[in-house]
Nanobody, 118 residues
Framework: VQLQASGGGMVQAGGSLRLSCVLS????????VGWLRQAPGKEREVVAS????????YVADSVKGRFTIAKENAKNTVYLQMNSLKPEDTAVYYC????????????WGQGTLVTVSS
């Protein structure tokens, strides 16, 4: 499986962005796809995740109510819709995947920078 992330950019506080992660390769039914972010000087954190074969999703408390994760099977794409962005959301966002049951994400796309100005 390979991942291709896109959609980052610069936005003012309160604005919105949508990140996209296109999957390619083998079948994805046994994978969990997540969006993780890393801000300068901070540890990487899982922002949201979704199981490819089912409707199970996870959204971190820090972004709950503002960020939504969804997938479009026909386009092999996972989206992260980010609304009401805050300066503290500024980070490099990564699309990643892992097999269900694995503790760590082990397939990574390139990062995409999101910058939120106040």
């Amino acid at each position: 499986v390979q991942l291709q992330a896109s959609g980052g950019g610069m936005v003012q506080a309160g604005g919105s962005l949508r990140l996209s992660c296109v999957l390619s390769g083998r079948t994805f039914s046994r994978y969990v796809v997540g969006w993780l972010r890393q801000a300068p000087g901070k540890e990487r954190e899982v922002v949201a995740s979704i199981t490819w074969s089912g409707p199970s999703t996870y959204v971190a408390d820090s972004v709950k109510g503002r960020f939504t994760i969804a997938k479009e099977n026909a386009k092999n794409t996972v989206y992260l819709q980010m609304n009401s962005l805050k300066p503290e959301d500024t980070a490099v966002y990564y699309c990643a995947a892992k097999s269900r049951g694995d503790a760590r994400y082990n397939i990574w796309g390139q990062g995409t920078l999101v910058t939120v100005s106040s």
